[in-house]
């Protein structure tokens, strides 16, 4: 099982991306949904949430700006992030809550994809 995240690149103060994440593997059931980001000489923060419902949440510095959803079926989940800043600069994660058929819930992290937003 594992996650791979994709879509990070470099923008414009103002412009968007949209990363995806995808969850591969024996997977039979998937919980939580979940982006965060780690800038340079900061530790990783969190960003998004969405439930196994499809309830999302966001941290206060992103609401309004950031969408996350998530596709059950195709097992991923996607951070549209519009009117970026540079402030947004940073390796973002996405993490998941994930049912393996041999080993049960476990946590997993994606391997991060680099967002730079600079003029």
């Known amino acids: 099982v594992q996650l791979q995240a994709s879509g990070g690149g470099l923008v414009q103060p103002g412009g968007s991306l949209r990363l995806s994440c995808a969850a591969s593997g024996s997977i039979i059931g998937i919980n939580r949904m979940a982006w965060f980001r780690q800038a340079p000489g900061e530790p990783r923060k969190w960003v998004a949430t969405?439930?196994?419902?499809?309830?999302?949440s966001y941290v206060d510095s992103v609401k309004g700006r950031f969408t996350v959803s998530r596709d059950d079926a195709k097992k991923t989940t996607v951070l549209q992030m519009n009117s970026l800043k540079p402030e947004d600069t940073a390796v973002y994660y996405c993490?998941?809550?994930?049912?393996?058929?041999?080993?049960?819930?476990?946590?997993?992290w994606g391997q991060g994809t680099q967002v730079t937003v600079s003029s």
């Open positions: 993490n998941a809550d994930l049912r393996d058929a041999a080993t049960g819930w476990n946590t997993y």
């Open positions: 969405i439930t196994a419902r499809g309830s999302p």
